[in-house]
Nanobody
């Protein structure tokens, strides 16, 4: 069983930065595609960014150029560097792990097998 634990959330003013971390245990981290999703109150969970097991990265249009996903297989950790934060980025951020091998990681939450508990990010104007 894979456990994922997110950290690094918090409150920041618009234009600020945060770095989220997601530490994995109990599985073979290097073989999983990893994704970051977010969910605002009253909204569905939406794709933010993903990284394949070979290191290919993909991000949503809404965060492209501002957010960067990366992974450190030696530390079993995936990161989300968030710059130029906007109030609309406010949400609970979740990391997910996808065991299925695909060249391009999925942008659909339903494709991910394991999830962390989430970390709150609040951006004030």
């Amino acid at each position: 069983q894979v456990q994922l634990v997110e950290s690094g959330g918090g409150s920041v003013q618009a234009g600020g930065s945060l770095r989220l971390s997601c530490a994995a245990s109990g599985g073979t981290f290097s073989t999983y595609a990893m994704g970051w999703f977010r969910q605002a109150p009253g909204k569905e969970r939406e794709f933010v960014a993903a990284i394949s097991r070979s290191g290919g990265t993909y991000s949503s249009i809404s965060v492209k150029g501002r957010f960067t996903i990366s992974r450190d297989n030696a530390k079993n950790t995936v990161y989300l560097q968030m710059n130029s934060l906007k109030p609309e980025d406010t949400a609970v951020y979740y990391c997910g792990a996808d065991r299925q091998y695909t060249v391009v990681p999925s942008t659909r939450a339903g494709e991910y097998d394991y999830w962390g508990q989430g970390t709150q990010v609040t951006v004030s104007s």
